[in-house]
């Protein structure tokens, strides 16, 4: 038998005796005056002889963290919301019975207790109990308190454990409320409206990407977990919702890394009569409350780096690459370059030959511009950055640009090396959004299989007319990364998808 095992065993034999002592092995509730967050905020500032003066009877609830004994007498934390507050059991006070349960009590367990507040010879804020109430067992053991989880694996598939015993962890979740009572709050005083459409989609699109399917049994026919509400949400624009915003579920069927987890959360937000210069000063708008909100200030700490999010550099895709060149690559091509296709594949193939990217011979030409940034600029985009004007070819859904059809619209905004959100100038045009899905279906013939899928209703939806449109979506976990410093995408989600248990591998 385990060690993990034996201590079950004995915990089971403690619980049957505290049932003997006339305690409720599970009650049903139990009253409280105040919670432990509370009574810090009501009385840190309290002496100990005002405390005396005015007798301040409580009764808490939560989880013991510490249990220490001294004969007839001994001291213990409780925690609850991730506050601790000292206890100090008697025997004189709680009586034989009360001492009894006291001293089959273990670390984990849950209990009430009622007495008064003082504080110690040392000036710690107690409460002197007077009676201890039972109200659940823990009959695994906690990891030894001074280091908590240390196995990464363990974090994420005992989360209920790793929040008891490292309050940081905590911490990051109640900023990740934060953050979404904040971005509900900027965009409701704005005049947008929160809807939700479908998570299960008969065609899914709005995005690269692969899909999850499953099958409806009743209607026999396959449906897809969405990768973006996009398409769904720009639909109620055409329906007259001018202001609209969804913050979602989204579900790919791709790799998992520090940065990707395969269900995942978005704000997805569209405003009639805007375009993407708009939504350029609304983001920045945005962070800057977010940052403020969650840290108090417009600069973050993350990991090394100071990022500030009172401004953000504007870029384009062109400017991106000429400005990150390697110095290996020979001189710098001219921005009107991008323009000529031979150009630009005589650039692919020269930075493909030196083996700083891939290169593909017969891929279109904005296909090779956006491998080139991802290969010599984004990692460098560390500082809050708005990368904008896309090639046509990567952007099936984006307007093109007024001054250049071969470029769109669209920005996307980058932090730590990181992509946090995509916007375009909407695509209203249903006869242009047509030769695009035509052009994706041409990418799928070719073998990419991430390419979008044509979608007639949502051409048909465009064709009833749909007024100039900006729209964006943020990625919400990549953006409580950055707000609570947080280096790995699973530790903002609180059960991340993992391998069934004996497979799962240490994370890179």
């Known amino acids: 038998m385990s060690l993990e095992d034996n201590i079950y065993q004995l915990r089971l034999e403690k619980l049957k005796q505290i049932e003997a002592l006339g305690q409720r092995a599970y009650p049903f509730k139990y009253e409280t005056t105040h919670t432990v967050p509370e009574i810090w905020e009501q009385f840190e500032s309290k002496t100990g002889e005002e405390l005396e003066a005015h007798h301040i009877d409580v009764r808490?609830?939560?989880?013991?963290?510490?249990?220490?004994?001294?004969?007839?007498?001994?001291?213990?934390?409780?925690?609850?919301?991730?506050?601790?507050?000292?206890?100090?059991?008697?025997?004189?006070?709680v009586g034989e019975k009360g001492f009894a349960l006291y001293k089959l009590l273990d670390l984990g367990d849950f209990i009430g207790a009622k007495g008064y507040l003082f504080r110690t010879r040392t000036g710690e804020l107690s409460i002197h109990v007077e009676e201890i109430t039972f109200l659940a067992k823990d009959l695994l053991p906690l990891p030894e308190k001074w280091h908590g989880l240390t196995d990464v694996e363990l974090r994420y598939r005992r989360r209920y454990v790793d929040m008891n015993m490292d309050p940081d962890v905590r911490e990051v979740f109640i900023k990740r409320a934060r953050i979404l009572q904040t971005m509900r709050s900027f965009f409701d005083q704005r005049g947008f409206v929160e809807v939700e459409t479908p998570m299960l989609q008969s065609q899914y699109g709005g995005a690269a990407a692969r899909p999850f399917t499953t099958h409806h049994n009743t209607l026999d026919m396959d449906?897809?977990?969405?990768?973006?509400?996009?398409?769904?949400?720009?639909?109620?624009?055409?329906?007259?919702?001018?202001?609209?915003?969804?913050?979602?579920?989204?579900?790919r069927n791709e790799g998992i890394s520090t940065r990707h987890n395969p269900e995942f959360t978005m704000l997805e937000f569209y405003w009639a009569y805007a375009d993407y210069f708009d939504l350029m000063t609304l983001t920045e708008e945005l962070f800057r409350q977010l940052a403020t909100e969650v840290t108090g200030g417009t600069t973050v700490q993350y990991g090394d780096h100071t990022l500030d999010f009172s401004k953000m550099e504007r870029l384009t895709m062109r400017d991106a690459i000429l400005k990150y060149w390697p110095e290996n690559a020979g001189p710098k091509p001219a921005f009107e370059d991008f323009s000529s296709a031979e150009k630009?594949?005589?650039?692919?193939?020269?930075?493909?030959?030196?083996?700083?990217?891939?290169f593909q011979v017969n891929a279109p030409k904005g296909v090779t511009i956006a491998a080139m940034f991802e290969a010599l600029s984004e990692e460098h985009l560390v500082q809050p950055t708005i990368l904008y004007d896309f090639p046509v070819e990567i952007s099936p859904l984006s307007k093109n640009h007024r001054?250049?059809?071969?470029?769109?619209?669209?920005?996307?905004?980058?932090?730590?090396?990181?992509?946090?959100?995509?916007?375009?100038s909407e695509l209203n045009d249903p006869i242009e959004q047509r030769k695009r899905f035509e052009m994706?279906?041409?990418?799928?013939?070719?073998?990419?299989?991430?390419?979008?899928?044509?979608?007639?209703?949502?051409?048909?939806?465009?064709?009833?007319?749909?007024?100039?449109?900006?729209?964006?979506?943020?990625?919400?976990?990549?953006?409580?990364?950055?707000?609570?410093?947080s280096k790995s995408i699973r530790d903002v989600i609180l059960f991340p998808l993992l391998r069934p248990e004996q497979e799962e591998p240490a994370e890179p």
């Open 344 to 358: 630009v594949a005589a650039m692919g193939k020269h930075l493909s030959e030196l083996k700083l990217m891939p």
């Open 60 to 93: 808490v609830a939560g989880r013991l963290m510490s249990i220490r004994g001294q004969g007839k007498a001994g001291f213990a934390h409780l925690q609850q919301n991730g506050k601790k507050l000292q206890l100090y059991v008697r025997l004189d006070n």
């Open 223 to 251: 449906l897809y977990l969405r990768i973006a509400p996009e398409l769904y949400l720009k639909r109620l624009v055409v329906g007259g919702i001018d202001r609209v915003y969804e913050i979602n579920r989204n579900f």
């Open 440 to 485: 994706q279906l041409a990418e799928r013939a070719r073998g990419d299989e991430e390419a979008h899928q044509m979608d007639e209703d949502y051409v048909r939806a465009l064709s009833y007319g749909m007024p100039p449109t900006g729209g964006m979506g943020i990625g919400i976990d990549r953006t409580v990364m950055l707000l609570t410093n």
């Open 403 to 424: 001054e250049d059809p071969e470029w769109v619209e669209r920005f996307e905004v980058f932090c730590a090396g990181m992509e946090i959100g995509n916007a375009f």
